[in-house]
């Protein structure tokens, strides 16, 4: 995460620099060139405003859902984090992003379209890839937590667990 943060603030830097460098008087397209270099950096914020709160509240609720089922439900547990998470991602996306450039109306639908595609997405990607790859990678790893301590904290990086919540047999 803080690779994500760092890179982030230096593509952001970029992108102003592009914007408040002077120009050369001779060249024609800056009001051109700085409208979509400033929507860019707009579009930029919203998605890792909007990608990272989803991640942490997708994992939040995983973590959650799997303590209460124990471990089981693999696709109730996924799916129920992606109904709410990508709806989080999809309207912090859309309002920073568009607010004032599209009309209500069309970020409603575009939320909408965008929302369902994504579930769709999911559903169908999730006996095919989904499941396959988290079951080769508990395979390869061994190991299955069900942590009742684990810390939601997105800047910490300890990743102890405690050996017998590991459900991997």
């Known amino acids: 995460m803080q690779a994500v943060i760092i ?8 992108i102003l620099l592009l914007l408040y460098l002077p120009v050369s008087q001779t060249w024609p397209s800056q009001q051109d060139f700085h409208s979509v270099f400033s929507r860019q950096l707009r579009v930029f914020v919203a998605s890792l405003t909007g990608f990272s709160t989803s991640i942490l509240a997708s994992s939040y609720m995983l973590q959650k859902i799997k303590k209460a089922t124990q471990g089981r439900y693999l696709f109730v547990r ?19 992003g568009f607010w004032g450039i599209w ?4 970020m409603i639908e575009f ?18 890839v989904t499941k396959p790859l988290i079951r080769k990678i ?32």
């Not at 009309?103 to 069309?106: A, K």
């Not at 939320?111 to 095919?128: D, G, K, M, N, Q």
Request: charged share 15%; no cysteine.
């Open 78 to 96: 996924l799916f129920l984090s992606l109904l709410i998470a990508e709806l989080i991602d999809i309207i912090i996306f859309s309002f920073i």
């Open 138 to 169: 508990k395979n390869i790893e061994k190991v299955d937590i069900v942590d009742s301590n684990f810390d939601f904290n997105p800047l910490s990086l300890d990743v102890e667990y405690q050996a017998d919540n590991n459900l991997y047999k």
């Open 111 to 128: 939320i909408i379209i965008a929302y369902l595609t994504r579930l769709l997405y999911e559903v169908i990607l999730y006996p095919i």
């Open 103 to 106: 009309s209500y109306s069309q």
């Open 7 to 14: 890179s982030s603030l230096f593509f952001i830097l970029g």
